[in-house]
């Protein structure tokens, strides 16, 4: 696959302040006003104003010249505009979720492994005479990268269309009659388009090295302020990630998440759809009302 990562988001929100004060106490890093790094993965959000919380640009990298030109041939044949900044990237709109699409020439990135857990199993002794490795992790959680957005499409269809016809995702897994798992890398899913009555962000997904630190990210953010938790621990069916979810102070979710499957043979790999509960999660506790209809999007469409 020519695409390899999402590189950044843009996220528009009323009072970027508070939320910046989220995303630090998250655990990127805010290397100038608004603009925040993971650990591999450099800059990778923006915050900037916007009179509603949403999802404004979203980018995605290649690795040559020739990837723009066949994903600029490939929306101009679904009659989408292109716009070409420079030889090393070009952007477009899919007008169903009001999400502009910067493709540009970006390098790969490279993640050091995570550290190696210890982990005692029934009949395989791997640690011996000593406490749990996590315990020793004094640090604050870090994210080590952006993973994937969840957005809200006036047409789901048609953005499934932008995405896969003209920029090249590939499909993983399907919930049917909600949305499809679209991946630009090897990772399970970068995005996932859902119907909505109005365009906008559902969560952000960033990942963290494994599931003791999805637990400590989440229980420094909600030893903070409870009001941020929204639904966790849990593990999900499709991508088989472990999950914590917290809000912003905008009512956009953020996800810390590990262990993720990894797709790097489409001919090994077969989309399955899933229903009712598996859609959403394996084990977990009930999904929350607020989760799947969030309250300003139900009072925006009412």
Known sequence: MSMHRLTAIAIGVPDVAPVAAFYRDFGLAETSPGVFATRDGGEQLRLVPSPRRRLLE?????????????????????????????????????AASDVQVVVAIAERIAQPPSRE??????????????RADSFARAERVAPRKLGHVVVGSLDADASRRFLCEGLGFAVSDEIPGVGAFLRCSTDHHNVLV????????????????????????????????????????????????????????????????????????????????ARGMAGLYSWGPPVPGEFLAPPDLVASAA
């Open 58 to 94: 979203l980018g995605v990298g290649v690795d040559h010249p020739d990837d723009l030109e066949r994903i600029a041939r490939s929306l101009a044949a679904l009659g989408v505009p292109v716009e070409r900044s420079g030889d090393d990237r070009i952007a477009a709109r899919d």
């Open 194 to 273: 859902q119907t909505a009555p109005i365009a906008f962000l559902h969560h952000t997904a960033w990942e963290v090295d494994d599931v003791d630190d999805v637990g400590r990210g989440a229980k420094a953010m909600i030893d903070a302020d409870p009001s941020r938790h929204v639904w966790g621990l849990g593990r999900h069916y499709l991508g088989s990630n472990y999950f914590w979810y917290l809000r912003d102070p905008a009512g956009n979710f953020a996800e810390y998440y590990s262990d993720l499957d990894v797709i790097d043979d489409a001919a090994l790999w077969r989309p399955e759809p």
């Open 117 to 130: 857990a210890r982990l005692n199993l029934p009949g395989v002794v791997r640690r011996r005479n000593a």
